[in-house]
């Protein structure tokens, strides 16, 4: 029992992660989240018994954070706008380009997060983790469009649907480092910052460790 109880605890731990990417975007607006928002999923794949699990938990949490973030595609029902009846029919319709787009980003994360565990969760595996992130929001921007393509699609990294650093609009000083960094920048740095957070509490009992992963990260928020 004790080690069921222990899967149920691991498995809300990929929910949390969903929740509080989430939560750090519009509508809810609490940007501070995303410098722990990863935290609870790279718990989770420091305990997955599997890639498997881990692709699966990381789907998880990348299904609850899109489909959250994309709720704005349900406003464009009714489609009377564009002479269709608000019927049950367009409403499934917009459901489905809903789901199969949250599908889609969602396995980018799920990705990640089986490439991630494999890293070993080392100090200096987070930047590897960060760069690989930065990367997939890149390629995240092109693969959204696959799925729609027609003869005067717009082809190019234009869907960049809810990139971390967007987060910081609101954060001044944040934005100053905007021009030189670009929104992949600003993201790694996200990441890497969750990163050294996770291994804090991964290594807390080892009192040098956690000095050296505490001031990395003062360094860090300090450039």
Known sequence: MRFKWLD?????????????????????NQGYLIWVALVPLLLFLNKARSSKAAWWGS?????????????WFFD?????WVGLPANQVTFIIIALVWLVSVLLLS?????????????????????????LWMVLEYFRAWIFIVPWLGPETNFGPHWSFADLAYVLSSQNYFL???????VYGLGFL???????????????RSYLRAYRYLLSLLILFLI
Do not use: D, E, H, M
């Open 59 to 71: 789907l998880l949490c990348g299904f609850l954070f899109f489909g959250i973030t994309l709720r």
């Open 107 to 131: 396995a980018l994360i799920g990705l990640w997060g089986v490439l991630a565990r494999k890293t070993g969760f080392s100090f200096a595996g987070g930047f590897l983790v960060a760069a």
């Open 176 to 182: 100053k480092l905007a021009p030189y960094l670009g």
């Open 8 to 28: 149920i605890f691991l498995w809300i731990l990929p929910v949390l992660a969903g929740l509080l990417l989430s939560l750090s975007f519009p509508l809810f």
């Open 76 to 80: 464009a029902w009714p489609f009377n």
């Open 190 to 204: 996200i990441v890497l910052a969750n990163w050294q957070i996770f291994l804090l509490i991964k290594n807390y």
